[in-house]
């Protein structure tokens, strides 16, 4: 006797019940000489829902679906993620039907509700373990954080289980495969079982699914790794102990900083909002800058150079080369490129606010109503033909506020708002090893937001590599200004950049969405508030 | 014997521990000559410091200042809501301190996780009674959500105490005063013993707190309650049965809607969010309409004439009676008024866009463009003079998207965000009864965007009591379509609100924060993904 288990690592809607059903009742179907399918977390409604579990007609839909995905089990066992509504809670859940019936049902014991997670919002913890005996065999059963509490998974060591099973929704870091993959042959080596671990692939606002769902044998060994980022199907057989039976080698762990990964993730963000979102495309203002040229390739990769419109946006601050660089790398990707001389708008508007600026000097007024016209500029583009506009800033601009509300954050997706500056100019690299798309001048010349005349970003800003150090620091890690000083940084440097991430999380609060790709991302990540006195003082180290 | 009791209701700065404290200690030191002080909940770091939690200098800040007010307790007693820190847990706590010590210690076992509420991201529920014996009395101790429900009240009930005190953060909205009085003398006439109940004031982002600190006997009777939205003390004596000592009359319940007390909301939501950031004041533009007429009032109200400016930014579209109103109510009101053409700036736009739009119709295109360009004439002055943008968009406007981004929605705060339509109607007359300040034609023409010739709200929207239902009953009391249109609604019109509502998730996300008012309000209280299948496909009843 053997086991045959097919994994469906898939790319679900929010929302869509019947959409994802049917998609699911055809995997059900296509599969149905194999012993078990196994789809991820939630995956009725797609994760995560929000506030719609709160609705009644969310309620009733999801009910009535998982009702016929009930009746597809004729002939294969199913697992699947649902919510349970029972009274006045709700469960997070998995169930296991076969022959049209529920054979087991599971409740979620561990509830995230740190960092991008609510869980605790929505759900109410489940206290029985899961347990199922199918085909004669004992399998434990887990969703997601379960497997990262020591509670859920000691309920299962004393409970004689040939297999473990789990199910998960668990959103991409740049550290996250690795952490996964350390955990789960940890988790068999403790319980002495192999474990099929499956996961969702695909973008959901902020967040980015990468699958990476495999099997692991008792021994710890990972013998299967799905595709990342992708979508797929594996089948694994297991023999009479359920070993698993594959000849193939053995996968290599992902790499601990794996900029491939990181550009995968964020093409895949920007595709899957653009397409969930019904948009016909995109646009963005490509200003020569390495920031738009990175976002321009990646919304290429994303969508096709069809679907891309970059337009530059020139004033008597852009240098001659930041428009030939925009041309150059409009070419080489094939997209559209228009350019559209945001003077006439910028003089009209000081022309008009000249009686209300008698006796004040120039000052980031001038600078920031240069981004907000070109910001005007893409929204009309938009707006005329359907076009989402990605907006560019990285994320030490947004964490310093070194950009204008309206203006250059004007558009509805951040492509890099996880994406420390350093690490743009490596992700330019690594694209440009793929195919030639950035020119190389745009990755060597020293960044400037050309908004006054000669100006360079380091003129306001500590360089690069030292602002995304105490950056990291600073918001990732937590630190104090103490304990950033005690690492060697300079501590008028440290205020600074501190006040500065403290100051503008006005800025932030109405910043497009972007996907996260770093342990703590702006978003719902981090939640600051907009009014605190906590930065506005100074107090002793 | 008898007791002599201190309610301090006051308006804490979150973050700003060292300013709170001072606050704290003054306090004290004035009011040594009564047995107790009564602080609120998380009094010495404001509530909610959010995230701010987790870093350790802001642990390290607390901690010093709390042991500086336990120091000062030398001849009082002190109850006082802290954060607790305990290896890798927090508690959301109260510690009484009396001579200098700590005499007990009580942490909030009922954390909300619902609402706007994210408790149980920060803290651990605490798991034992609260209970002190003070100069011969038993009193009971709890925290805000551990008096709304059942389990840390029983735990009480068997303990003999004589009085309960209760430290609360316990946002505003339109029914909650209502509802607290109603709770607080329910569990007064449980237990058998008086209440005092303790609650902050303030502006927080968009949290409002109303204060209404009350003493209420055994008997259920409220006979002491502090001012609504104003910071105030109350000396309150007991006797030597812990029986109130006052004679003034039994105040009365709070109106079920009280536009007065909504109306002193958004003023102390204003007030707060202005000073507490620092802004020199705030600009806003005039229309003419309701919105910003309400909105203009509400600003003067708060801030003072001086610190408040009207821009009128009329196009072809605008009425000449807009310009008259809106002039009137600026000297009504005694603000200063410019006005500001936008054409020039709106014909540079079309202008430069004109090649792009070769061959396309006008549409929302050249609507948005309008309002753009006004939002770029705001934020200019903002940037020049350091005074907040107030934005005006009224919460049928918000749920239905009928607004611009970068456009009438840049700014950094909507004062009428959660006020429907129908209730900016009411909310206007209120304000005249207090001096005539809205001029009434504002209030009784039809509501017009003027962003198209002769355009009316109600040519897009349906009229604003049936959308304002309609809105109500699927954003606050998350009906279906089936059950909206049980209650009497047209099913096309409920279908395209709800339609309206749900794409226009992207908007909202980039709105600038505004004051709670009602049970859910777009913000915190309420997460709906932007990517979501829910509402994009027709379903059937």
Redesign the interface.
């Given at each position: 006797m053997t086991l045959s288990v097919v994994l469906a690592q898939k790319n679900w809607?929010?929302?869509?019940?019947?959409?994802n059903t049917a998609r699911i009742i055809q995997l059900i179907n296509n599969n149905q000489h194999h012993d078990l399918i196994v789809f991820s977390e939630l995956a009725v409604c797609?994760y995560?829902?929000?506030?719609?579990l709160?609705?009644?007609?969310?309620r009733?839909?999801c009910e009535t679906q998982l009702a016929h995905i009930a009746q597809a089990s004729q002939h294969c066992g199913v697992i699947i993620g649902h919510p349970t509504w029972q009274g006045e809670v709700i469960y997070n859940s998995l169930s296991f039907f076969y022959q049209g019936q529920c054979i087991a049902r599971y409740h979620k014991q561990q509830l995230p509700?740190?960092d991008v997670f609510?869980e605790?919002?929505y759900f109410t913890a489940g206290r029985q373990r899961g347990i199922v005996n199918f085909k004669g065999y004992r399998l434990g059963l887990l969703i997601c954080e379960d497997l990262w509490q020591t509670q859920p998974v000691e309920q299962l060591a004393s409970e004689d289980i040939q297999m473990l099973i789990t199910i998960n929704a668990s959103p991409y870091d740049y550290q996250k495969a690795q952490q996964r993959q350390q955990l789960i042959a940890k988790r068999a080596k403790q319980l002495h079982v192999p474990i099929i671990y499956v996961n969702q692939v695909g973008?959901?606002?902020e967040l980015v699914f990468d699958g990476q769902s495999l099997v692991c044998g008792a021994d710890g060994q990972v013998v299967c790794r799905l595709d990342a980022f992708n979508e797929s199907l594996a089948e694994v057989n297991f023999d009479q102990h359920l070993k698993p039976l594959i000849n193939a080698p053995l996968p290599t762990l992902p790499a601990p900083f794996d900029l491939a990964h990181i550009y995968q993730a964020l093409v895949l963000a920007v595709k899957?909002?653009v397409t969930?979102?019904?948009f016909q495309g995109v646009v963005l203002g490509l200003s020569g800058g390495i920031d738009s040229a990175l976002t321009l390739a990646i919304a290429v990769d994303a969508l096709g150079k069809d679907k891309v419109q970059a337009v530059m946006m020139p004033f008597k601050y852009t240098a001659d080369i930041s428009i030939a660089d925009a041309q150059q790398q409009a070419t080489l990707l094939g997209v559209e490129f228009?350019i559209?001389?945001?003077e006439?708008?910028f003089?009209?508007?000081m022309?008009?606010?000249s009686?209300?600026?008698i006796g004040?000097q120039p000052?980031?007024?001038e600078e920031?109503?240069q981004a907000?016209?070109r910001?005007?500029?893409l929204?009309?583009?938009s707006?005329?033909r359907h076009r989402l506009v990605l907006t560019t800033g990285n994320k030490s601009e947004m964490s310093v506020g070194y950009a204008t509300?309206?203006g250059d954050m004007?558009g509805?997706f951040d492509v890099l708002k996880d994406i420390p500056k350093t690490w743009v100019f490596e992700l330019a690299r690594y694209r440009n090893t793929r195919s030639y798309a950035i020119p190389e001048r745009v990755i060597t010349r020293p960044p400037s937001a050309e908004l006054a005349p000669e100006q360079k970003d380091e003129d306001s800003l500590p360089p690069y590599p030292i602002l995304d150090a105490i950056l990291r620091g600073y918001i990732e890690e937590?630190?104090?200004?103490?304990?950033l000083v005690s690492q060697g940084y300079d501590e008028p440097t440290v205020r600074k950049v501190i006040k500065l991430v403290d100051i503008n999380e006005?800025k932030r609060?109405?910043?497009?969405?972007g996907p996260k790709i770093t342990m703590c991302n702006f978003g719902k990540g981090?939640?600051?508030?907009?009014?605190?006195?906590?930065?506005?003082?100074n107090?002793s180290l």
């Open positions: 809607y929010v929302g869509d019940i019947e959409g797609g995560p829902p929000e506030d719609l709160f609705r009644d007609d969310f009733e839909r509700n740190y609510d605790k919002r973008g959901q606002d899957d909002y969930k979102n019904g228009d559209i001389s945001i006439p708008m003089e009209a508007f022309q008009q606010l009686p209300l600026f004040s000052d980031t007024t920031n109503l907000r016209c910001g005007v500029v929204m009309a583009l707006n005329k509300l309206y004007a509805g937590q630190l104090s200004v103490k304990a006005y609060r109405q910043s497009a969405i981090r939640r600051y508030p907009i009014t605190s006195g906590f930065g506005r003082k107090w």
